[in-house]
């Protein structure tokens, strides 16, 4: 079915929201977006369905919403005696965030699927504890994580409580895509759904319950007692789902000095204060930053509206503050992991760190320190799950710590996707740590580079958004794979790692066979231990480019990364060097 008779399908249904309806007839002004809007449905990625908000199948609406949930209704069906055991419903502060967990909810009791709705926004999280807890066969949690106000987006859950692993999200989306009209589908009257047990509220009995576990992730709580009520904190939740859990957790440990930047803990999909809620970017802590001047703040943490991303700014010595990397913060929770454990007699003989294969190698140095195996998996935390479910059967690994660059860290496996509330725990306890040392984080960090080398990387993000998007990262992922780089910056390419194909090839051709399961990524291994990696996006319509480098110095490492950084510009746009230089 073409964009245009797709539209038309959808301007002749009689019962179409009417404001989706007047998106629908400011549309047939501009064709672009007409296109864009209608040209092709929305993807499962590596953490579920994202899109910006709005009319067409390729948007965020009730009934993009609708057909996604009927098809996970249908896998569940085919799951012999499973849907009886119900699905757990959560949601972020984001615009139609509750209205698209309440009609999920409708679409499952239509099912005879019960459904278990947060009665008000709750973290990512405590979602994927609720779905272990409950005992339910999936989750659903509505969201769109760290993306700008205009998108909201749909992520599965299976009943290990990770989001859902690739067979089953292949298996969802083949259903998904077998509805060839999503305004047709049915929905339970929710009044009755209520009425008769197939929608459940919950929300304060499962807060205690995972709080109770929150405790775990402190390892010395001697530590805490003498200092963290000293220890001055800032935090901000960035007008999402994670004040009221994040308060109670920092509170219950002992860190009683928590300053909560006021505004931006109000709920507001609009996320009036910043400009995108992303605690990766340095301008989501500018009201952070304010506040931490104003109480001398040791250390500054931000989540993001669905709370399972944690950015960190820490306290340099001249009093301004300098916000911390994903990899660096990995880096800091990975050695105090290992080293508390180790002063404590705590740390099992088969331990194990698991970690993106985009993510740092430092925390590989670190753990072969304590002789600790720390293992790559693919990028998307399901991986991580999937992995702690695999040891938790075999018993051939003791989960200790995973992480993703991206800002996502679990420490405690009681939950099976990133944990911004355990991260926050676990940053004061750290900075705890330092602080009766005298010692600031970041101190802490210069300590970790000037004992395992200094450690630099850098992730750019293109964004190739609308109809012709898709085609330019498709050319653009055959481009390096075809035209595979000899070198960057002069360095050679030592190994090409191709998951695609699933080859690694040497520098005289030889290639092996034997990585982790298909994923379109490339990664450049060069000669000095560098490395270059470029993928899709899962979830956005960009190209990502991951570099790495470690040096002697601070200074070195930076340079090196400015050098790959020009180096893979230079390749995407097919220009040289010398031309850029006369410009």
């Given at each position: ?213 929150v405790k775990g992730v402190t390892i ?235 450690y630099e990387e850098k992730t750019i ?40 194909t699933q080859t690694i090839i040497s ?77």
């Open positions: 079915m073409s964009f245009k008779q797709m539209y038309k399908m959808w301007m002749d249904e009689t019962t179409l929201e009417d404001s989706l309806r007047e998106e629908l007839e400011l549309l047939m002004k501009d064709e672009a977006a007409l296109k864009d809007a209608f040209y092709a449905p929305l993807e499962f990625g590596t953490a579920g369905m994202r899109g910006l908000i709005g009319v067409g199948v390729n948007r965020m609406n009730i009934y993009t919403v609708r057909q996604a949930t009927e098809g996970l209704a249908c896998l569940l069906e085919s799951k012999e005696g499973q849907k009886k055991r119900g699905v757990v419903i959560a949601y972020d502060s984001r615009r139609f965030s509750s209205k698209f967990a309440m009609e999920s909810a409708k679409i499952l009791a239509n099912h005879e699927i019960p459904s278990f709705v947060f009665e008000g926004l709750r973290p990512t999280p405590e979602l994927s504890f609720a779905v272990r807890e409950l005992g339910a066969i999936a989750g659903i949690m509505v969201t769109a994580s760290h993306n700008p106000a205009v998108y909201n987006g749909y992520k599965v859950y299976g009943e290990d409580g990770g989001q859902m692993p690739p067979k089953d999200a292949s298996a969802l989306t083949r259903y998904v895509r077998s509805i060839e009209n999503p305004l047709t589908i049915k929905v339970a009257d929710e009044k009755k759904a209520k009425t008769s047990g197939l929608i459940k509220m919950v929300g304060e009995e499962l807060d205690k319950k995972y709080l109770e576990l010395n709580q001697e530590l805490v007692d003498q200092v963290g009520k000293d220890l001055k904190l800032v935090f901000t939740p960035l007008h999402g789902a994670g004040e009221m859990l994040g308060r109670k957790a920092l509170e219950q440990a002992g860190f009683t000095s928590v300053s909560i930047v006021k505004k931006q803990a109000i709920p507001d999909g609009k996320f009036p204060t910043i400009v995108s809620p992303n605690p990766e970017e340095h301008s989501a802590f500018e009201l952070a930053i304010k506040l931490g001047n104003q109480v001398g703040a040791d250390v500054l943490m931000a989540t993001d509206p669905d709370a399972d991303r944690l950015g960190v700014a820490v306290r340099l010595s001249d009093g301004s503050y300098q916000v911390l990397t994903g990899n660096q913060i990995g880096a800091i929770f990975a050695k105090y992991i290992l080293e508390a454990n180790k002063q404590r007699g705590t740390l099992p003989k088969n331990a194990v760190i698991l970690k993106s294969i985009v993510s740092t190698d430092l925390v590989k140095k670190i753990a072969d320190s304590y002789k600790v195996e720390a293992l790559d998996v693919l990028t998307g935390f399901k991986f991580i799950a999937e992995k702690i479910k695999e040891f938790e059967r075999t018993n051939s690994f003791t989960y200790l710590f995973g992480f993703e660059e991206s800002y996502g860290y679990l420490i405690k496996p009681f939950v099976r996707d990133k944990d911004a509330i355990q991260a926050l725990l676990l940053t004061a306890e750290v900075a705890a740590f330092y602080k009766k040392q005298g010692k600031t984080l970041y101190d802490g960090l210069q300590d970790i580079f000037k004992e395992y080398g200094y993000s293109i964004t190739m958004s609308g109809v012709d998007g898709a085609e330019k990262i498709e050319a653009l992922m055959e481009k390096f794979r075809n035209e595979v780089p000899s070198n960057f910056v002069g360095i050679d390419v030592s190994l090409t790692e191709d998951y695609k520098r005289g051709g030889k290639t092996i066979r034997g990585l982790l399961p298909p994923s379109n990524v490339l990664k450049y291994l060069l000669t000095d231990g560098s490395w270059i990696a470029v993928r899709p996006s899962g979830t956005e319509p960009k190209m990502k480019f991951y570099m790495a480098t470690s040096a002697s110095s601070q200074t070195e490492a930076s340079m090196m990364i400015k050098e790959f950084e020009k180096e893979i510009r230079y390749f995407i746009s097919g220009e040289t060097k010398e031309a850029d230089e006369v410009d």
